[in-house]
């Protein structure tokens, strides 16, 4: 499948299809060089000394467009050359096409194309009045000409009135359809675990003809996960929500290939995309999102993606694939790091006055190194402080927080805490991971431990009497 050059400059020329100005039945109208901008046809100059072009309406005295509700004849008042002058660039291939029609019978037509002045014949159009004849051709613009002149230049005319003959419909000549796609990702990051990336893609039309059959496709990028039901056309044809079902709107996920598929362009449907016009016509061209989540796997690393579109330039005789790629688009994602406590304790029940030994240790189930690292874990007030012994780190009474430092993915830290139980009753006590990185799970965060103190033995009553 081709892939386009660097876009030349776009040719395309304009009111191709005589849409403007609107007329009622048929009138006789100024060229776009006279100064009645009101009335005048744009695009459009004639050789006749008039300046005067003639418009029909579909339908009047029984002929229907080609194309559209205009057309134009080319014998207005007198044989003349209706024709367009536009900026080239050496080399380019050019388009061209045009449904010509006779009135009163075969009427006969000549197209010119060349630099001002010196145009040359490029073929000769016969058509009689009963249906419209296509052409279509290509046009290679030679060295050193900036400037090309596309003409149609009357030969001869059924019933030999001057003024009468040779209908034109649904003309073009230019560039081929260039797509182009800018992405961006929504909000640009450093992002988190668990945050929702939108990804927005525009597809312009920098070229001279319509893209057709315009189809983009998006990879779902490793490391994050579709967002259901956020497939949206934002801007151009058909813009709304659309399903994540196949065949029954323009866009869809699919799971298989784990990828969206937005059908694009006017007349797209489920199952094809449609046309896009280019920037002279549709500025903004077509715009589309979708979201993902960012997944664990993604942790400290790299999102990377790139939409492609497929799309056909059918302005020759057979169809052209082409596709176009936007840019690829980074999106840092910062470190996570899933802390997971455990606590126990030697003995669950002791006496007053003996010693409560605690056992904690946190674990760095990963993807990444966690920093900052801290256990916080007071002693009650049933408690007195007795030693710790952190490995590593160290663990600080007053405030009851263990300050472990930096933990490696799979590393775990340990902590040894003694305490002198000073009063009876039920204790529980827990301990509270943290670090710097973003946790995925803290549900295994904390632990929590419950010691009994029964009070100390009964001591003999000295008063009692001896057995």
């Given at each position: 499948?081709?892939?386009?050059?660097?876009?030349?400059?776009?040719?395309?020329?304009?009111?191709?299809?005589?849409?403007?100005?609107?007329?009622?039945?048929?009138?006789?109208?100024?060229?776009?060089?006279?100064?009645?901008?009101?009335?005048?046809?744009?695009?459009?100059?004639?050789?006749?000394?008039?300046?005067?072009?003639?418009?029909?309406?579909?339908?009047?005295?029984?002929?229907?467009?080609?194309?559209?509700?205009?057309?134009?004849?080319?014998?207005?008042?007198?044989?003349?050359?209706?024709?367009?002058?536009?900026?080239?660039?050496?080399?380019?291939?050019?388009?061209?096409?045009?449904?010509?029609?006779?009135?009163?019978?075969?009427?006969?037509?000549?197209?010119?194309?060349?630099?001002?002045?010196?145009?040359?014949?490029?073929?000769?159009?016969?058509?009689?009045?009963?249906?419209?004849?296509?052409?279509?051709?290509?046009?290679?613009?030679?060295?050193?000409?900036?400037?090309?002149?596309?003409?149609?230049?009357?030969?001869?005319?059924?019933?030999?009135?001057?003024?009468?003959?040779?209908?034109?419909?649904?003309?073009?000549?230019?560039?081929?359809?260039?797509?182009?796609?800018?992405?961006?990702?929504?909000?640009?990051?450093?992002?988190?675990?668990?945050?929702?990336?939108?990804?927005?893609?525009?597809?312009?039309?920098?070229?001279?003809?319509?893209?057709?059959?315009?189809?983009?496709?998006?990879?779902?990028?490793?490391?994050?996960?579709?967002?259901?039901?956020?497939?949206?056309?934002?801007?151009?044809?058909?813009?709304?929500?659309?399903?994540?079902?196949?065949?029954?709107?323009?866009?869809?996920?699919?799971?298989?290939?784990?990828?969206?598929?937005?059908?694009?362009?006017?007349?797209?449907?489920?199952?094809?995309?449609?046309?896009?016009?280019?920037?002279?016509?549709?500025?903004?061209?077509?715009?589309?999102?979708?979201?993902?989540?960012?997944?664990?796997?993604?942790?400290?690393?790299?999102?990377?993606?790139?939409?492609?579109?497929?799309?056909?330039?059918?302005?020759?005789?057979?169809?052209?694939?082409?596709?176009?790629?936007?840019?690829?688009?980074?999106?840092?994602?910062?470190?996570?790091?899933?802390?997971?406590?455990?606590?126990?304790?030697?003995?669950?029940?002791?006496?007053?006055?003996?010693?409560?030994?605690?056992?904690?240790?946190?674990?760095?189930?990963?993807?990444?190194?966690?920093?900052?690292?801290?256990?916080?874990?007071?002693?009650?007030?049933?408690?007195?402080?007795?030693?710790?012994?952190?490995t590593p780190g160290t663990y600080d009474p007053a405030t009851g927080q263990w300050t472990v430092?930096?933990?490696?993915?799979?590393?775990?830290?340990?902590?040894?805490?003694?305490?002198?139980?000073?009063?009876?009753?039920?204790?529980?006590?827990?301990?509270?991971?943290?670090?710097?990185?973003?946790?995925?799970?803290?549900?295994?965060?904390?632990?929590?431990?419950?010691?009994?103190?029964?009070?100390?033995?009964?001591?003999?009553?000295?008063?009692?009497?001896?057995?």
């Amino acid at each position: 499948m081709a892939t386009p050059p660097v876009a030349p400059l776009r040719v395309a020329l304009v009111n191709g299809s005589y849409e403007e100005p609107t007329v009622n039945g048929m009138a006789f109208l100024p060229d776009a060089s006279q100064t009645q901008a009101s009335n005048r046809v744009p695009g459009w100059l004639t050789t006749a000394s008039d300046h005067m072009i003639e418009l029909w309406q579909s339908g009047f005295q029984g002929v229907p467009a080609a194309e559209g509700n205009q057309f134009a004849e080319l014998n207005a008042n007198e044989v003349s050359t209706l024709y367009q002058d536009l900026p080239t660039t050496p080399g380019t291939t050019l388009y061209w096409r045009l449904y010509h029609r006779g009135r009163q019978g075969d009427d006969t037509m000549a197209l010119d194309i060349g630099a001002p002045g010196s145009t040359v014949e490029q073929r000769r159009f016969t058509d009689g009045n009963t249906a419209w004849g296509y052409y279509t051709g290509t046009y290679v613009v030679p060295a050193g000409q900036m400037l090309t002149r596309f003409a149609f230049r009357s030969v001869a005319a059924a019933g030999g009135n001057r003024s009468v003959g040779n209908f034109l419909d649904g003309i073009f000549f230019g560039t081929a359809p260039y797509v182009t796609l800018d992405k961006v990702a929504i909000p640009v990051g450093p992002l988190k675990v668990g945050d929702v990336v939108t990804y927005r893609i525009t597809a312009k039309n920098e070229g001279g003809g319509a893209a057709e059959s315009l189809v983009l496709t998006d990879v779902i990028p490793d490391g994050t996960t579709y967002l259901p039901g956020s497939l949206r056309i934002v801007d151009g044809p058909n813009a709304g929500v659309k399903t994540d079902a196949e065949d029954d709107d323009q866009a869809a996920y699919d799971p298989e290939a784990n990828q969206v598929v937005f059908h694009l362009g006017n007349d797209a449907s489920g199952t094809q995309g449609g046309s896009l016009p280019n920037t002279e016509t549709l500025p903004a061209g077509t715009t589309v999102e979708y979201r993902v989540t960012i997944d664990l796997a993604a942790a400290g690393q790299q999102i990377s993606n790139t939409a492609t579109a497929t799309y056909e330039n059918r302005l020759g005789e057979t169809p052209e694939p082409l596709t176009a790629t936007s840019s690829e688009q980074i999106t840092e994602v910062k470190p996570a790091a899933d802390l997971t406590v455990a606590k126990a304790a030697d003995a669950t029940t002791v006496t007053v006055g003996q010693t409560v030994t605690y056992r904690i240790a946190v674990h760095n189930a990963g993807p990444n190194a966690a920093t900052g690292v801290t256990v916080t874990d007071p002693l009650p007030d049933s408690l007195t402080f007795l030693s710790a012994d952190a490995t590593p780190g160290t663990y600080d009474p007053a405030t009851g927080q263990w300050t472990v430092g930096d933990l490696a993915n799979g590393a775990t830290a340990t902590l040894v805490l003694r305490a002198k139980a000073t009063k009876p009753g039920r204790i529980t006590n827990t301990a509270t991971a943290a670090g710097n990185e973003k946790d995925p799970d803290t549900t295994n965060n904390t632990d929590i431990v419950t010691v009994c103190v029964e009070p100390p033995p009964a001591c003999c009553d000295p008063c009692s009497p001896a057995e």
